[in-house]
Protein backbone atom coordinates (compact mmCIF):
# COMPACT_ATOMS: atom_id res chain seq x y z
CA UNK A 1 0.00 0.00 0.00
CA UNK A 2 1.20 3.39 -1.03
CA UNK A 3 0.69 4.41 2.83
CA UNK A 4 -2.43 6.56 3.58
CA UNK A 5 -1.64 9.04 0.89
CA UNK A 6 -3.88 8.23 -1.27
CA UNK A 7 -7.21 8.09 1.25
CA UNK A 8 -5.63 11.19 3.03
CA UNK A 9 -6.53 12.70 -0.82
CA UNK A 10 -9.83 11.12 -1.16
CA UNK A 11 -11.16 11.83 1.77
CA UNK A 12 -10.01 15.75 1.78
CA UNK A 13 -12.22 15.71 -1.06
CA UNK A 14 -14.90 14.25 0.49
CA UNK A 15 -14.53 16.33 3.66
CA UNK A 16 -15.39 19.31 1.24
CA UNK A 17 -18.29 18.17 -0.52
CA UNK A 18 -19.94 17.09 2.51
CA UNK A 19 -19.16 20.04 4.04
CA UNK A 20 -20.66 22.32 1.54
CA UNK A 21 -24.03 20.38 2.15
CA UNK A 22 -24.60 21.25 5.65
CA UNK A 23 -22.33 24.54 6.09
CA UNK A 24 -24.71 26.10 3.67
CA UNK A 25 -28.06 25.81 6.11
CA UNK A 26 -27.24 27.32 8.93
CA UNK A 27 -25.74 30.71 6.77
CA UNK A 28 -28.80 31.10 4.61
CA UNK A 29 -30.12 34.04 6.92
CA UNK A 30 -26.98 35.84 6.74
CA UNK A 31 -27.05 35.79 3.17
CA UNK A 32 -30.23 36.78 2.98
CA UNK A 33 -29.85 39.54 4.30
CA UNK A 34 -26.12 40.16 2.75
CA UNK A 35 -27.74 40.04 -0.73
CA UNK A 36 -30.98 40.46 -0.48
CA UNK A 37 -32.03 37.47 -1.28
CA UNK A 38 -35.61 36.15 -1.35
CA UNK A 39 -36.73 32.75 -0.56
CA UNK A 40 -36.54 31.14 -3.92
CA UNK A 41 -33.22 32.49 -4.20
CA UNK A 42 -32.08 30.78 -0.49
CA UNK A 43 -34.19 27.80 -2.24
CA UNK A 44 -31.93 27.10 -5.32
CA UNK A 45 -28.68 28.04 -3.13
CA UNK A 46 -29.10 24.81 -1.76
CA UNK A 47 -30.83 23.33 -4.67
CA UNK A 48 -28.51 24.28 -7.58
CA UNK A 49 -25.93 22.54 -5.68
CA UNK A 50 -27.55 18.82 -4.89
CA UNK A 51 -29.47 19.20 -8.61
CA UNK A 52 -26.24 19.46 -10.39
CA UNK A 53 -24.53 16.12 -8.34
CA UNK A 54 -28.02 14.45 -8.86
CA UNK A 55 -28.18 15.08 -12.60
CA UNK A 56 -24.07 14.56 -13.56
CA UNK A 57 -22.93 12.16 -11.16
CA UNK A 58 -23.28 8.63 -13.64
CA UNK A 59 -22.11 10.38 -16.35
CA UNK A 60 -19.25 11.98 -14.27
CA UNK A 61 -18.61 8.10 -13.07
CA UNK A 62 -18.94 7.12 -16.79
CA UNK A 63 -16.32 9.78 -18.28
CA UNK A 64 -13.97 9.09 -15.61
CA UNK A 65 -13.21 5.43 -16.78
CA UNK A 66 -12.96 6.86 -19.94
CA UNK A 67 -10.78 10.02 -19.66
CA UNK A 68 -8.94 8.78 -16.37
CA UNK A 69 -10.62 8.52 -12.77
CA UNK A 70 -7.47 10.86 -10.89
CA UNK A 71 -7.76 13.57 -14.21
CA UNK A 72 -11.71 13.98 -13.41
CA UNK A 73 -11.27 13.76 -9.75
CA UNK A 74 -8.64 16.31 -9.89
CA UNK A 75 -10.39 18.40 -12.66
CA UNK A 76 -13.35 18.20 -9.93
CA UNK A 77 -11.88 19.35 -7.15
CA UNK A 78 -10.05 22.48 -9.29
CA UNK A 79 -13.79 23.12 -10.62
CA UNK A 80 -15.19 23.18 -7.37
CA UNK A 81 -12.38 25.80 -6.00
CA UNK A 82 -12.84 27.88 -8.41
CA UNK A 83 -16.44 27.87 -7.76
CA UNK A 84 -16.36 27.94 -4.42
CA UNK A 85 -14.19 31.72 -4.66
CA UNK A 86 -16.97 32.56 -7.13
CA UNK A 87 -19.86 31.71 -4.49
CA UNK A 88 -17.67 33.81 -2.09
CA UNK A 89 -17.26 36.82 -3.76
CA UNK A 90 -20.56 36.91 -5.35
CA UNK A 91 -22.23 40.34 -5.03
CA UNK A 92 -26.16 38.89 -5.90
CA UNK A 93 -28.13 35.70 -5.53
CA UNK A 94 -28.32 35.12 -9.12
CA UNK A 95 -24.06 34.92 -9.48
CA UNK A 96 -24.11 32.72 -6.27
CA UNK A 97 -27.13 30.08 -7.23
CA UNK A 98 -24.91 30.13 -10.69
CA UNK A 99 -21.39 29.74 -8.36
CA UNK A 100 -23.52 26.75 -6.33
CA UNK A 101 -24.08 24.83 -9.41
CA UNK A 102 -20.78 24.59 -10.46
CA UNK A 103 -19.57 23.96 -7.34
CA UNK A 104 -22.23 20.64 -7.75
CA UNK A 105 -20.99 20.02 -10.97
CA UNK A 106 -17.14 19.88 -9.21
CA UNK A 107 -18.83 17.75 -6.86
CA UNK A 108 -19.99 15.15 -9.22
CA UNK A 109 -16.63 14.56 -10.29
CA UNK A 110 -15.02 14.20 -7.36
CA UNK A 111 -17.49 12.10 -5.54
CA UNK A 112 -17.79 9.87 -9.00
CA UNK A 113 -14.25 8.63 -8.76
CA UNK A 114 -13.90 8.58 -4.78
CA UNK A 115 -14.39 4.96 -4.38
CA UNK A 116 -12.75 3.86 -7.68
CA UNK A 117 -9.83 5.66 -6.86
CA UNK A 118 -9.61 4.10 -3.29
CA UNK A 119 -10.34 0.31 -5.15
CA UNK A 120 -7.70 0.88 -7.48
CA UNK A 121 -5.14 1.18 -4.87
CA UNK A 122 -6.30 -0.56 -1.47
CA UNK A 123 -7.36 -4.26 -1.57
CA UNK A 124 -8.86 -6.60 1.39
CA UNK A 125 -8.45 -5.57 4.60
CA UNK A 126 -6.63 -2.70 3.85
CA UNK A 127 -9.58 -1.68 1.79
CA UNK A 128 -12.07 -2.13 4.44
CA UNK A 129 -9.72 0.02 6.46
CA UNK A 130 -9.89 2.35 4.09
CA UNK A 131 -13.50 2.88 3.42
CA UNK A 132 -14.11 2.33 7.52
CA UNK A 133 -11.93 5.70 7.57
CA UNK A 134 -13.80 7.41 4.87
CA UNK A 135 -16.77 6.81 6.11
CA UNK A 136 -15.89 8.19 9.37
CA UNK A 137 -14.39 11.27 7.73
CA UNK A 138 -18.13 11.74 5.84
CA UNK A 139 -19.73 11.33 9.08
CA UNK A 140 -17.77 14.07 10.76
CA UNK A 141 -18.37 16.89 7.95
CA UNK A 142 -21.95 15.91 8.64
CA UNK A 143 -21.25 17.10 12.11
CA UNK A 144 -18.87 19.35 11.89
CA UNK A 145 -20.20 21.42 9.23
CA UNK A 146 -23.75 23.19 10.98
CA UNK A 147 -20.95 24.03 13.84
CA UNK A 148 -18.43 25.19 11.80
CA UNK A 149 -20.80 27.13 9.62
CA UNK A 150 -22.29 29.22 12.29
CA UNK A 151 -18.44 29.74 13.68
CA UNK A 152 -17.66 31.22 10.56
CA UNK A 153 -20.64 33.25 10.13
CA UNK A 154 -20.55 34.93 13.21
CA UNK A 155 -16.85 35.44 13.09
CA UNK A 156 -15.19 36.17 9.83
CA UNK A 157 -18.35 36.30 7.86
CA UNK A 158 -20.44 33.86 5.87
CA UNK A 159 -18.89 34.32 2.53
CA UNK A 160 -15.80 32.01 4.10
CA UNK A 161 -17.57 28.84 4.00
CA UNK A 162 -16.42 28.93 0.77
CA UNK A 163 -13.15 30.64 0.75
CA UNK A 164 -12.38 27.41 3.14
CA UNK A 165 -12.45 25.39 0.76
CA UNK A 166 -9.45 27.02 -1.06
CA UNK A 167 -6.60 25.75 0.66
CA UNK A 168 -8.41 22.36 1.30
CA UNK A 169 -8.63 21.90 -2.58
CA UNK A 170 -5.02 22.71 -3.11
CA UNK A 171 -4.22 20.77 -0.41
CA UNK A 172 -6.05 18.03 -2.45
CA UNK A 173 -5.03 18.66 -5.30
CA UNK A 174 -1.29 18.41 -4.91
CA UNK A 175 -1.92 15.33 -2.61
CA UNK A 176 -4.02 13.24 -5.44
CA UNK A 177 -1.34 14.44 -8.39
CA UNK A 178 1.49 13.00 -6.01
CA UNK A 179 -0.20 9.68 -4.31
CA UNK A 180 -2.66 8.49 -6.49
CA UNK A 181 -2.41 6.47 -9.52
CA UNK A 182 -4.18 6.69 -12.70
CA UNK A 183 -6.65 4.09 -13.02
CA UNK A 184 -9.56 3.88 -16.09
CA UNK A 185 -12.70 1.16 -16.62
CA UNK A 186 -12.44 -1.02 -19.63
CA UNK A 187 -11.98 -0.32 -23.04
CA UNK A 188 -14.81 0.60 -25.27
CA UNK A 189 -17.27 2.53 -23.23
CA UNK A 190 -19.53 5.15 -23.94
CA UNK A 191 -21.02 7.92 -22.17
CA UNK A 192 -24.88 8.15 -22.50
CA UNK A 193 -24.65 12.24 -22.25
CA UNK A 194 -27.94 12.27 -24.21
CA UNK A 195 -29.79 10.56 -21.84
CA UNK A 196 -27.45 12.72 -18.69
CA UNK A 197 -28.80 15.72 -20.36
CA UNK A 198 -32.28 14.79 -20.63
CA UNK A 199 -32.53 13.51 -17.06
CA UNK A 200 -30.89 17.06 -15.77
CA UNK A 201 -33.81 18.74 -17.70
CA UNK A 202 -36.25 16.26 -15.80
CA UNK A 203 -34.54 17.21 -12.65
CA UNK A 204 -34.50 20.86 -12.77
CA UNK A 205 -37.56 21.38 -14.26
CA UNK A 206 -39.52 19.52 -11.73
CA UNK A 207 -37.55 21.68 -9.29
CA UNK A 208 -37.74 24.89 -10.58
CA UNK A 209 -41.89 24.20 -11.50
CA UNK A 210 -42.71 23.66 -7.95
CA UNK A 211 -40.12 26.81 -6.69
CA UNK A 212 -42.50 28.66 -9.69
CA UNK A 213 -45.57 27.17 -7.42
CA UNK A 214 -44.66 28.78 -4.35
CA UNK A 215 -44.40 32.50 -5.69
CA UNK A 216 -47.13 32.26 -8.47
CA UNK A 217 -49.04 29.45 -7.87
CA UNK A 218 -49.73 25.63 -8.98
CA UNK A 219 -51.82 26.60 -12.01
CA UNK A 220 -50.20 29.71 -13.24
CA UNK A 221 -48.65 29.66 -16.70
CA UNK A 222 -44.85 29.89 -16.04
CA UNK A 223 -45.37 26.30 -12.96
CA UNK A 224 -47.59 24.70 -15.72
CA UNK A 225 -45.09 25.19 -18.39
CA UNK A 226 -42.13 24.07 -16.10
CA UNK A 227 -44.11 20.95 -15.74
CA UNK A 228 -44.33 20.60 -18.87
CA UNK A 229 -41.14 20.65 -19.89
CA UNK A 230 -39.87 18.83 -17.41
CA UNK A 231 -42.41 15.93 -18.35
CA UNK A 232 -41.12 16.07 -21.99
CA UNK A 233 -37.68 15.78 -20.77
CA UNK A 234 -38.79 12.97 -19.14
CA UNK A 235 -39.97 11.30 -21.76
CA UNK A 236 -36.82 11.68 -23.59
CA UNK A 237 -34.99 10.09 -21.78
CA UNK A 238 -36.91 7.20 -21.18
CA UNK A 239 -36.55 6.79 -25.19
CA UNK A 240 -32.94 7.58 -25.01
CA UNK A 241 -32.54 4.65 -22.20
CA UNK A 242 -34.60 2.64 -24.36
CA UNK A 243 -32.14 2.53 -26.97
CA UNK A 244 -28.77 3.69 -25.89
CA UNK A 245 -25.83 0.82 -25.90
CA UNK A 246 -24.61 1.48 -22.29
CA UNK A 247 -27.86 3.65 -21.02
CA UNK A 248 -27.31 5.33 -17.35
CA UNK A 249 -30.43 3.29 -16.29
CA UNK A 250 -31.58 -0.04 -17.48
CA UNK A 251 -35.23 0.49 -17.58
CA UNK A 252 -35.99 -3.24 -17.16
CA UNK A 253 -35.12 -2.98 -13.61
CA UNK A 254 -37.72 -0.75 -13.42
CA UNK A 255 -39.93 -3.91 -13.95
CA UNK A 256 -38.76 -5.13 -10.37
CA UNK A 257 -40.81 -4.13 -7.20
CA UNK A 258 -37.99 -4.51 -4.92
CA UNK A 259 -36.03 -2.35 -6.55
CA UNK A 260 -38.85 0.14 -7.40
CA UNK A 261 -39.32 0.18 -3.62
CA UNK A 262 -35.78 1.06 -2.39
CA UNK A 263 -35.35 3.78 -5.30
CA UNK A 264 -38.93 5.08 -3.89
CA UNK A 265 -37.62 4.94 -0.10
CA UNK A 266 -34.05 6.60 -1.42
CA UNK A 267 -35.95 9.42 -3.04
CA UNK A 268 -38.29 10.32 0.47
CA UNK A 269 -35.45 9.60 2.73
CA UNK A 270 -33.24 12.76 1.77
CA UNK A 271 -36.32 15.17 1.29
CA UNK A 272 -38.24 13.97 3.97
CA UNK A 273 -35.80 13.74 6.81
CA UNK A 274 -33.53 17.19 5.88
CA UNK A 275 -36.25 19.28 3.46
CA UNK A 276 -37.77 21.13 5.81
CA UNK A 277 -34.11 21.79 7.96
CA UNK A 278 -33.19 24.80 5.93
CA UNK A 279 -36.65 26.76 6.90
CA UNK A 280 -36.37 25.54 10.41
CA UNK A 281 -32.76 27.30 10.96
CA UNK A 282 -34.29 30.18 9.09
CA UNK A 283 -36.25 30.20 11.90
CA UNK A 284 -34.45 30.30 15.11
CA UNK A 285 -32.07 32.34 13.54
CA UNK A 286 -34.98 34.93 12.12
CA UNK A 287 -37.45 34.80 14.83
CA UNK A 288 -35.92 33.14 17.64
CA UNK A 289 -32.84 35.64 17.70
CA UNK A 290 -30.34 32.49 17.84
CA UNK A 291 -26.78 33.21 16.94
CA UNK A 292 -25.27 31.15 13.81
CA UNK A 293 -23.02 29.28 16.17
CA UNK A 294 -26.44 27.96 18.52
CA UNK A 295 -28.52 27.53 15.49
CA UNK A 296 -25.82 24.82 14.53
CA UNK A 297 -25.73 23.28 17.28
CA UNK A 298 -29.55 22.80 17.70
CA UNK A 299 -29.11 19.94 15.08
CA UNK A 300 -26.50 17.90 16.96
CA UNK A 301 -29.54 15.96 18.22
CA UNK A 302 -30.31 14.84 15.07
CA UNK A 303 -26.65 14.05 13.32
CA UNK A 304 -25.85 12.04 17.07
CA UNK A 305 -28.54 10.13 17.24
CA UNK A 306 -28.32 9.36 13.55
CA UNK A 307 -24.81 8.12 13.64
CA UNK A 308 -25.21 6.12 17.07
CA UNK A 309 -27.37 3.94 15.09
CA UNK A 310 -25.97 3.56 12.47
CA UNK A 311 -23.38 2.25 14.58
CA UNK A 312 -25.55 -0.25 16.21
CA UNK A 313 -27.25 -1.09 13.16
CA UNK A 314 -24.10 -2.03 11.34
CA UNK A 315 -22.91 -4.45 14.31
CA UNK A 316 -26.09 -5.92 15.64
CA UNK A 317 -28.39 -6.32 12.66
CA UNK A 318 -27.13 -8.42 10.12
CA UNK A 319 -29.55 -10.62 7.89
CA UNK A 320 -32.48 -8.45 8.82
CA UNK A 321 -34.21 -7.97 5.89
CA UNK A 322 -33.65 -4.31 4.45
CA UNK A 323 -37.33 -3.83 4.29
CA UNK A 324 -37.69 -3.64 7.77
CA UNK A 325 -34.93 -1.02 8.36
CA UNK A 326 -35.35 0.85 5.34
CA UNK A 327 -39.21 0.91 6.13
CA UNK A 328 -39.12 0.85 9.47
CA UNK A 329 -36.31 3.69 9.24
CA UNK A 330 -38.92 5.82 7.20
CA UNK A 331 -41.58 5.42 9.90
CA UNK A 332 -39.23 6.56 12.11
CA UNK A 333 -38.27 9.40 10.40
CA UNK A 334 -42.06 10.44 9.17
CA UNK A 335 -43.09 9.98 13.14
CA UNK A 336 -40.22 12.92 13.77
CA UNK A 337 -41.67 15.01 11.51
CA UNK A 338 -44.90 14.68 13.03
CA UNK A 339 -43.08 15.52 16.21
CA UNK A 340 -41.58 18.44 15.28
CA UNK A 341 -45.02 19.76 14.07
CA UNK A 342 -46.05 20.93 17.36
CA UNK A 343 -45.15 24.89 16.96
CA UNK A 344 -46.96 27.98 18.07
CA UNK A 345 -46.49 31.48 18.65
CA UNK A 346 -44.37 30.92 21.56
CA UNK A 347 -42.61 27.94 21.11
CA UNK A 348 -38.72 27.44 21.50
CA UNK A 349 -36.31 25.30 19.37
CA UNK A 350 -36.05 22.71 22.12
CA UNK A 351 -39.55 21.86 21.05
CA UNK A 352 -38.33 20.08 17.92
CA UNK A 353 -35.53 17.99 20.11
CA UNK A 354 -37.63 14.92 20.84
CA UNK A 355 -38.21 14.82 16.74
CA UNK A 356 -35.01 15.43 16.27
CA UNK A 357 -33.98 12.33 17.69
CA UNK A 358 -36.89 10.42 16.08
CA UNK A 359 -35.65 11.91 12.55
CA UNK A 360 -31.78 10.66 13.53
CA UNK A 361 -32.58 7.55 14.52
CA UNK A 362 -34.76 6.57 11.57
CA UNK A 363 -31.58 8.12 9.20
CA UNK A 364 -29.45 5.60 11.41
CA UNK A 365 -31.73 2.60 10.22
CA UNK A 366 -31.83 4.54 5.95
CA UNK A 367 -28.60 5.37 5.83
CA UNK A 368 -26.63 1.80 6.02
CA UNK A 369 -29.13 -0.19 4.17
CA UNK A 370 -30.32 1.71 1.33
CA UNK A 371 -27.74 0.97 -1.02
CA UNK A 372 -27.38 -2.92 -0.06
CA UNK A 373 -30.59 -3.82 -0.70
CA UNK A 374 -30.30 -2.04 -4.32
CA UNK A 375 -27.69 -4.41 -4.93
CA UNK A 376 -29.59 -7.49 -3.68
CA UNK A 377 -32.62 -6.68 -5.48
CA UNK A 378 -30.63 -6.77 -8.82
CA UNK A 379 -27.51 -9.01 -10.34
CA UNK A 380 -24.01 -8.71 -9.73
CA UNK A 381 -23.66 -7.17 -13.14
CA UNK A 382 -26.04 -4.42 -12.29
CA UNK A 383 -24.54 -3.69 -8.97
CA UNK A 384 -22.95 -0.24 -10.11
CA UNK A 385 -26.30 1.05 -11.90
CA UNK A 386 -28.29 -0.07 -9.05
CA UNK A 387 -25.73 2.10 -6.42
CA UNK A 388 -25.73 5.05 -8.35
CA UNK A 389 -29.50 5.18 -9.25
CA UNK A 390 -30.26 5.01 -5.13
CA UNK A 391 -27.35 7.90 -4.78
CA UNK A 392 -28.72 9.54 -7.86
CA UNK A 393 -32.64 9.53 -6.62
CA UNK A 394 -31.37 10.60 -3.12
CA UNK A 395 -29.83 14.04 -4.49
CA UNK A 396 -32.88 14.73 -6.40
CA UNK A 397 -35.06 13.72 -3.73
CA UNK A 398 -33.25 16.70 -1.51
CA UNK A 399 -33.85 19.40 -4.15
CA UNK A 400 -37.61 18.37 -4.12
CA UNK A 401 -37.89 18.32 -0.71
CA UNK A 402 -35.91 21.96 -0.09
CA UNK A 403 -38.39 23.32 -2.85
CA UNK A 404 -41.83 21.49 -1.98
CA UNK A 405 -41.39 22.50 1.91
CA UNK A 406 -40.58 25.76 0.94
CA UNK A 407 -43.66 26.12 -1.28
CA UNK A 408 -45.80 24.55 1.25
CA UNK A 409 -44.11 27.06 4.02
CA UNK A 410 -45.31 29.87 2.36
CA UNK A 411 -48.73 28.78 1.25
CA UNK A 412 -49.59 28.62 5.10
CA UNK A 413 -47.75 31.47 5.87
CA UNK A 414 -49.82 33.57 3.19
CA UNK A 415 -52.97 33.08 4.87
CA UNK A 416 -51.93 34.72 7.79
CA UNK A 417 -49.75 37.82 6.20
CA UNK A 418 -50.22 40.79 4.20
CA UNK A 419 -50.22 39.64 0.05
CA UNK A 420 -46.42 39.48 -0.57
CA UNK A 421 -44.62 39.27 3.46
CA UNK A 422 -44.35 35.58 3.57
CA UNK A 423 -41.64 34.71 0.72
CA UNK A 424 -39.67 38.11 2.59
CA UNK A 425 -40.32 36.23 6.23
CA UNK A 426 -38.78 32.67 4.92
CA UNK A 427 -36.16 34.26 3.26
CA UNK A 428 -34.92 35.74 6.37
CA UNK A 429 -36.54 39.17 6.13
CA UNK A 430 -38.67 39.80 9.42
CA UNK A 431 -36.58 42.52 10.48
CA UNK A 432 -37.92 44.87 7.85
CA UNK A 433 -41.33 42.82 8.63
CA UNK A 434 -41.79 44.23 11.89
CA UNK A 435 -42.30 47.34 11.71
CA UNK A 436 -45.30 46.21 9.47
CA UNK A 437 -46.79 43.32 10.69
CA UNK A 438 -47.03 42.74 14.34
CA UNK A 439 -44.61 40.37 15.98
CA UNK A 440 -46.80 37.91 17.35
CA UNK A 441 -48.17 37.05 14.03
CA UNK A 442 -44.91 36.92 12.63
CA UNK A 443 -44.10 34.18 15.05
CA UNK A 444 -47.44 32.28 14.36
CA UNK A 445 -47.37 32.61 10.91
CA UNK A 446 -43.74 31.09 10.83
CA UNK A 447 -44.76 28.15 13.01
CA UNK A 448 -47.48 27.49 11.16
CA UNK A 449 -46.29 27.18 7.69
CA UNK A 450 -43.37 25.38 9.74
CA UNK A 451 -46.40 22.69 11.23
CA UNK A 452 -47.49 22.23 7.29
CA UNK A 453 -44.47 21.58 5.69
CA UNK A 454 -43.42 18.87 8.15
CA UNK A 455 -46.65 17.26 8.60
CA UNK A 456 -46.73 17.30 4.64
CA UNK A 457 -42.89 15.68 5.45
CA UNK A 458 -44.38 13.66 7.91
CA UNK A 459 -47.07 12.10 5.29
CA UNK A 460 -44.71 11.51 2.69
CA UNK A 461 -42.20 9.13 5.44
CA UNK A 462 -45.20 7.34 5.99
CA UNK A 463 -46.10 6.53 2.65
CA UNK A 464 -42.76 5.93 1.24
CA UNK A 465 -42.08 3.59 4.44
CA UNK A 466 -45.11 1.61 3.91
CA UNK A 467 -44.47 1.19 -0.27
CA UNK A 468 -40.82 -0.08 0.92
CA UNK A 469 -42.41 -2.86 3.28
CA UNK A 470 -45.23 -3.47 0.28
CA UNK A 471 -42.51 -3.87 -2.38
CA UNK A 472 -38.57 -4.44 -1.03
CA UNK A 473 -38.87 -8.61 -0.55
CA UNK A 474 -35.62 -9.69 -1.62
CA UNK A 475 -34.41 -13.21 -0.58
CA UNK A 476 -33.57 -13.07 2.88
CA UNK A 477 -30.01 -14.82 1.94
CA UNK A 478 -29.64 -12.11 -0.81
CA UNK A 479 -30.44 -9.28 1.56
CA UNK A 480 -28.33 -10.51 3.91
CA UNK A 481 -25.26 -11.18 1.75
CA UNK A 482 -25.45 -7.17 1.06
CA UNK A 483 -25.86 -6.35 4.13
CA UNK A 484 -22.52 -8.46 4.97
CA UNK A 485 -20.59 -7.02 1.82
CA UNK A 486 -20.38 -10.09 0.29
CA UNK A 487 -22.42 -9.24 -2.44
CA UNK A 488 -20.01 -6.82 -4.53
CA UNK A 489 -19.67 -5.57 -8.07
CA UNK A 490 -16.44 -6.37 -10.26
CA UNK A 491 -14.16 -3.79 -8.14
CA UNK A 492 -15.70 -4.80 -4.56
CA UNK A 493 -16.40 -1.60 -4.00
CA UNK A 494 -20.54 -2.05 -3.06
CA UNK A 495 -20.67 -1.09 0.64
CA UNK A 496 -23.30 -1.60 3.30
CA UNK A 497 -23.92 -0.54 6.88
CA UNK A 498 -22.06 -3.68 8.40
CA UNK A 499 -18.99 -5.15 5.92
CA UNK A 500 -16.28 -3.43 4.46
CA UNK A 501 -17.57 -0.09 6.11
CA UNK A 502 -18.63 0.57 9.24
CA UNK A 503 -19.05 3.89 7.33
CA UNK A 504 -22.49 3.55 7.78
CA UNK A 505 -22.49 5.43 11.46
CA UNK A 506 -21.67 8.55 9.63
CA UNK A 507 -22.20 8.10 5.83
CA UNK A 508 -25.16 9.89 5.28
CA UNK A 509 -26.55 11.71 8.20
CA UNK A 510 -25.54 14.78 5.70
CA UNK A 511 -29.04 15.86 3.77
CA UNK A 512 -26.78 15.31 0.34
CA UNK A 513 -26.38 12.00 1.45
CA UNK A 514 -23.50 11.30 -1.08
CA UNK A 515 -22.03 8.07 0.70
CA UNK A 516 -23.21 4.96 -0.05
CA UNK A 517 -23.87 3.77 -3.18
CA UNK A 518 -22.03 1.96 -5.81
CA UNK A 519 -21.18 4.30 -7.97
CA UNK A 520 -17.70 3.42 -8.76
CA UNK A 521 -18.76 0.16 -10.50
CA UNK A 522 -20.98 2.10 -12.86
CA UNK A 523 -19.19 2.17 -15.99
CA UNK A 524 -16.90 -0.95 -15.12
CA UNK A 525 -20.06 -3.08 -15.13
CA UNK A 526 -21.81 -1.47 -18.45
CA UNK A 527 -20.05 -3.64 -20.51
CA UNK A 528 -21.96 -6.45 -18.75
CA UNK A 529 -25.32 -4.44 -19.36
CA UNK A 530 -26.34 -5.14 -23.13
CA UNK A 531 -24.50 -6.82 -26.06
Not at 66 to 81: D, K, Q, S, T
Not at 142 to 151: C, D, E, I, M, W
Not at 367 to 377: D, E, F, N, Q
Amino acid sequence: MRGWGPLTAVCLGTFMLLLDVTIVVVTLPDMAGALDASLSDLQWVVDGYALALAALLLGAGAAADILGRRRVHVAGVVLFAAASLLCGLASGPGTLVAARAVQGVGAAAMFATTLPLLGSVYQGRRRSAALGVWGAVSGGAAAVGPVLGGLLAQGPGWRWIFFVNLPVSVAAVWLTLRAVPESRGPRGMRVDWAGTAAFAGFAGGTTYAVVRAGEDGWTAPATLTSFAAAALALTVFVLVERRAAHPLLDLALLRRPAFVGVLAGALAFNGVAFGVTPYLSIWMQTLLGMSPVRGGLTLLPMTVAAMVTAVVVGRRFHGVPARLTIGGGLLLIGAGCFAQAVLGAGSDWTALVPGFVLVGVGTGFVSPTVAGAALASVEPARHGMAGGAVNTVRQLGYALGVAVFGTVLTSRMADDLPHGTAHALAGGGAAALRGVVPEHTLHAAFAAGLDRALVTAGCAGLVAGVLVLALVRAPRAAAAAAATGESTAATGESRTGAGESRAGAGESTAPAGVTESAVPTLSEEKTARRP
